[in-house]
C-alpha cells in the first residue's frame, strides 16, 4: 500500500493523522486522491449537503503600521503621507450600509497603529454597539491585541475582557501566517511570535470570545513548518476543550496562498492546484475544527467553488469591502446572488450563517437575495 493509501484510510476510519502522516501527504501530488478523503470526512461531519456564507463588510479603519511585514502591499510606515485612520462616522456610515443589505458581521482590522491609544479601540467600539446592538464585531488580529496590550499597559486577559466589554465579540485567525518562528522572523520580524498569537487565541477563549484560524502558505516554508501549523492549530482546540473554556475556541479555518504581487517578498504565485491540496489536508488534519471556510478572496469564486468538492462546507463572506488582498493585486469581488449562484453550481443548497455558524436562512430552488450590494468606493 502506498503511503498516501495508508495515510487517508487512516484517516477515514476516524483515526487521527500524526505530524509525519500530515508530511506525508503534503509531499503528494495525488490531489484528487485526497480531495475524495476529504469531502467524505466533510460530508460525515455536514451531511446535509448545504453550505454556508456570511453577509459581512471588511473595515479596514487605518493603514498605519510600525510592523512592516515584508509580504504585505497595503500598510504604510508611521509619519507616511498616505497612512489614514478612518473617521469615527465613515466606520459608522459602513456598518449602516452593511445593515442595510441583512449583514450581521464587522470585520474591522488595519495596521498596527502606535499612534492610536486603546481607548480608540474602546470608543469606536462601544459607539458601533450603542447605535448597531445586533452586528456582531469579528475584529482585531492578535497582532493588533498585542499592540493594545502594550499600550494599554494591561495583561493580555485584562486587555480582551476590557475589549469584550465593550463590544467585541469574535476574533479572527488574521497574522498566522505560518505558526512557526523560522518562518515568521524571515517574513515578519516584528510581529511576535506563532506562540504571541495562540496565546493571544487562549485568551480570548478564557473571556468567552470565538475565534478563526488561519494559514498563509508559499513563504518558502517546509512541508515540516505547514504540517507544524496545523499539528499546533488542532493541539490548542483540544487544550480548549479540556480546560473547558467558555469558548468552543477555533470554529472555522481558513487557508490562502501568499499573494505577491505590491510587495516586497518575491515568490512565485501559487498554483490553484496547490491551494486544492492544502483546503483537502486541512480537513484531514484538522478533526476538531467544525469548517473549513473557502478563500475565493485571493483564490477567486471558480476556485472557491471547486473547493467545495474538497472538504470545505463553508463559502465565508461577501466580503463588501476587501483593501488589504487587493493591494497585493487580487481583487475578486462576489455579490450577494454570485455566491448563491456559484453553491448551486456545486451542486449544494446555500444558506446564510452568522459568525457563530447558526443558519440564519436557507436558500432553496429558486429563492433569490432581495438585495445586492453596490460598492462605494
Request: with cysteine; proline share 5%; aromatic share 8%.
Amino acid at each position: 500500500m502506498q503511503q498516501v493509501d495508508r495515510v487517508l484510510d487512516k484517516a477515514l476510519q476516524g483515526e487521527r493523522i500524526s505530524l509525519e502522516d500530515c508530511i506525508v501527504l503534503l509531499e503528494s501530488d495525488e490531489i484528487e486522491k485526497m480531495g475524495r478523503a476529504a469531502d467524505e470526512i466533510m460530508r460525515r461531519r455536514h451531511p446535509e449537503p448545504i453550505v454556508t456564507f456570511n453577509i459581512g463588510r471588511n473595515i479596514n479603519y487605518t493603514n498605519v503600521c510600525d510592523v512592516y511585514c515584508r509580504f504585505c502591499a497595503f500598510y504604510r510606515p508611521p509619519g507616511s503621507k498616505e497612512g489614514y485612520v478612518l473617521p469615527d462616522e465613515t466606520i459608522l456610515q459602513k456598518i449602516q450600509e452593511t445593515v442595510d443589505v441583512g449583514g450581521d458581521e464587522i470585520l474591522m482590522q488595519g495596521g498596527v497603529n502606535p499612534d492610536l491609544p486603546f481607548e480608540y479601540y474602546l470608543n469606536i467600539l462601544r459607539k458601533i454597539k450603542d447605535r448597531f446592538p445586533g452586528i456582531t464585531m469579528h475584529s482585531f488580529s492578535p497582532a493588533e491585541i498585542q499592540k493594545m496590550k502594550v499600550l494599554s499597559g494591561l495583561s493580555l486577559d485584562e486587555t480582551l475582557r476590557e475589549l469584550h466589554e465593550a463590544g467585541l465579540d469574535s476574533l479572527p485567525g488574521g497574522g498566522g501566517e505560518i505558526l512557526d518562528d523560522r518562518t515568521r522572523r524571515k517574513i515578519s520580524r516584528l510581529k511576535g511570535s506563532w506562540t504571541d498569537w495562540m496565546d493571544t487565541m487562549k485568551a480570548a477563549w478564557r473571556n468567552g470570545m470565538n475565534t478563526t484560524a488561519t494559514m498563509v502558505y508559499g513563504f518558502g516554508e517546509s512541508m515540516e513548518e505547514r504540517a507544524l501549523h496545523m499539528l499546533r492549530v488542532r493541539e490548542a482546540q483540544d487544550e480548549c476543550k479540556e480546560l473547558g473554556y467558555p469558548s468552543p475556541g477555533f470554529l472555522a479555518f481558513i487557508t490562502w496562498p501568499f499573494q505577491p504581487d505590491n510587495t516586497n517578498l518575491k515568490r512565485e504565485k501559487s498554483k490553484p492546484e496547490e491551494y486544492l491540496k492544502m483546503v483537502a489536508i486541512n480537513r484531514i488534519m484538522l478533526d476538531n475544527i467544525p469548517n473549513m471556510q473557502a478563500s475565493w478572496v485571493t483564490m477567486g469564486p471558480e476556485i472557491g467553488k471547486q473547493s467545495l468538492s474538497y472538504g470545505v462546507n463553508d463559502f465565508g463572506s461577501t466580503m463588501l469591502e476587501e483593501n488589504v488582498v487587493s493591494a497585493a493585486g487580487t481583487t475578486h469581488k462576489v455579490n450577494i446572488e454570485l455566491i448563491l449562484q456559484y453553491i448551486r453550481e456545486a451542486g449544494k443548497i446555500p444558506a446564510q450563517r452568522n459568525t457563530r455558524y447558526d443558519i440564519l436562512r436557507v436558500f432553496h430552488e429558486g429563492e433569490h437575495a432581495e438585495r445586492d450590494f453596490v460598492m462605494q468606493n
